[in-house]
């Protein structure tokens, strides 16, 4: 009898676990493919797909959510849209667009997904996060107070950067915006800055000339390239800064400093509308989507810098921005203008006029001010914008009369050899201690009697000789941080000599 019973009992307890398996297939992680075309699919059936996930066809390529509607969603691919057809079956993969992070990126190009479009192989990364990530919270965020040195005379002295600063680089076409990008990654050689150099929507043979450069004057090492080109799809430009900006707060999550140039924003808006529209979103003002604010405004605000506590890393971030015919009130200039905490504008007519870097300074600022600059350089420059205001003033005035009198005059001979002074050829970024002596140099006005024509082979001479004879007086501004009185005078003195031809490049590199 009890066996029976026993028999009962085991049927039972087969049956309630039959039961218990679900009888239907997971049906919610699959979908298909309505329409594709412009580098979007349409797709029924993924009901529980998250916005920003990623989908994957087969191939595979992959994609990402962007829109999510009552039957259908819209994604974004990130390859080309030829090898996937109406009909074919994707997937979920429960998770979002993410890039591999660390060490192993440094000295690489890669795509906005991360991987690596150089030819020098895979890309042994262990870690990796999400391309869209949340800013650090107000509470996380110290105040910007360390210089980040770009090497650019006009742009230390008078618009100074601090690291965990936002920039904004803004300009005409051609106005030498990524040449200041540039020269400010070669200038942050054994500073202990990691660069990253965003380009979107460039040519290839742009590119190639940047990593070529980077290269020439050693400075790839140290610097990740990420590239989404023009013939890229519009969801890979779109996706670029973002993941250009993940690969970055890697290293500033472990307390390093970071720089990020963005070349540039305009391309990435006109990226987001493109991509907007195809999705059918509907166009607000220029045909923008309402939210392109945002776009930019989520992007900038996880530049900063952390408290101590979090280990006191920065991203500094220099984005860049085209303007047509130096329209700086335009859309899309406007929204940038005021998410970031300054901006250096590059005006046409100085670019024209040979005044390179064409930093205009009574458009330019830097919001962070002179929290940003060294004690010696804060008290050298302080009067530069003053002068340069006084100088442009008087220069338009003088157009009317022939008769100036002496102090016009001397403003005008002052200014001419300050902007002489200021221009700075591509390449060359500078220490702190030359553009220390050089904005001296010109404020003391031992130059204002020379040709301004002749003013820079006189200061080239004069760092040269400073180099070979005085060493000390570099090193007293660099390590000690002073510049007292006596270096002074004997800067001035050597600058006499200089000028009565007592000192030619003979002497100067005789020991
Ligand atoms: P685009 O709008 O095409 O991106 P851009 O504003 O980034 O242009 P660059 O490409 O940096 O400008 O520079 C334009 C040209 O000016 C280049 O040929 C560059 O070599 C030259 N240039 C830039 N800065 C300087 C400089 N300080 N001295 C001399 N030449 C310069
Ligand atoms: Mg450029």
């Known amino acids: 009898m009890s066996s029976i019973k026993d028999l009962n009992s085991l049927s039972q307890i087969i049956k309630d676990e039959i039961n218990k398996v679900e009888n239907h297939i997971n049906t919610a992680s699959v979908g298909q493919v309505v329409s594709v075309g412009d580098c979007i699919a349409t797709v029924y059936g993924l009901d529980e797909a998250m916005y920003g996930e990623l989908i994957v066809f087969p191939g595979p390529s992959y994609g990402m959510v962007m829109n999510i509607e009552e039957n ?13 057809k109406e009909g074919d079956l994707c997937q979920r993969t429960g998770e979002v667009v993410s890039v591999p992070v660390g060490d192993s990126l440094l000295g ?14 895979k890309i042994n990364a262990t870690e990796s996060r999400p391309v869209e990530m949340p800013a650090p919270s107000i509470m996380d965020r110290e105040s910007v107070c360390e210089p980040l040195e770009t090497g650019i005379k006009v742009i230390d002295a008078m618009i100074p950067i601090g690291k965990g600063q936002r920039e904004l680089i803004i300009g005409d ?97 006109v990226a987001y509308r493109t991509l907007l529209l195809l999705l059918r979103r509907s166009p607000g003002r220029e ?39 130096g329209d700086i009130s335009a859309y899309i200039p406007t929204n940038i203008i ?84 200021l221009k700075q050829k591509q390449y060359m970024p500078l220490s702190m201690s030359q553009e220390i002596i050089d904005i001296f140099v010109v ?24 180099m070979t004879h005085n060493i000390d007086i570099y090193k007293n501004i660099a390590i000690n941080k002073t ?20 000192i030619n490049d003979a002497l100067v590199t005789e020991d």
């Open 483 to 502: 510049f007292s009185d006596e270096d002074k005078k004997t800067v001035l003195s050597i600058l006499k000599d200089i000028k009565d031809a007592k």
């Open 173 to 269: 076409r051609q106005t030498g915006k990524t040449a200041i990008a540039i020269d400010t990654i070669i200038n942050q050689k054994n500073k202990d800055v990691i660069c990253i150099y965003c380009a979107i929507g460039q040519k290839n043979s742009s590119l190639t000339q940047i990593v070529n450069k980077l290269k020439q004057f050693d400075a790839l090492k140290y610097t990740v390239v990420v590239s989404a080109n023009a013939s890229q799809s519009s969801p890979m430009l779109y996706l670029a800064p973002y993941a250009a900006t993940s690969i970055g707060e890697y290293w500033m999550r472990q307390g390093k400093n970071v720089l990020i140039i963005y070349d540039d924003l305009s391309k990435h808006a």
């Open 287 to 325: 045909a923008y989507p309402g939210d392109i604010f945002y776009l930019h405004s989520r992007l900038l605000e996880r530049s900063c810098r952390l408290t101590d506590e979090l280990g006191g890393g920065s991203i500094t971030s220099l984005p860049i921005v085209e303007t047509q015919a």
């Open 338 to 421: 005021s998410i970031t905490d300054g901006q250096l504008f590059l005006n046409t007519d100085m670019f024209n006029a040979g005044q390179r870097p064409a930093i205009d300074s009574s458009l330019s600022v830097s919001r962070v001010g002179s929290a940003a600059q060294t004690k010696i350089m804060k008290k050298e420059s302080k009067n530069l914008r003053m002068e340069l205001a006084n100088y442009h003033e008087m220069l338009d005035f003088s157009r009317f009369g022939s008769d100036l009198d002496k102090a016009t005059q001397k403003i005008l001979t002052h200014g001419a050899v300050l902007l002489e002074v």
């Open 72 to 84: 259908n969603i819209g994604v974004a691919l990130f390859g080309d849209d030829i090898s996937i």
């Open 443 to 466: 404020q003391s006005g031992s130059l204002d009697d020379i040709n301004p024509a002749k003013v820079h082979s006189i200061l080239k001479l004069l760092s040269n000789y400073i």
């Open 108 to 121: 690489r190009v890669v795509n906005a997904l991360g991987q690596p479009i150089d030819g020098k192989g």
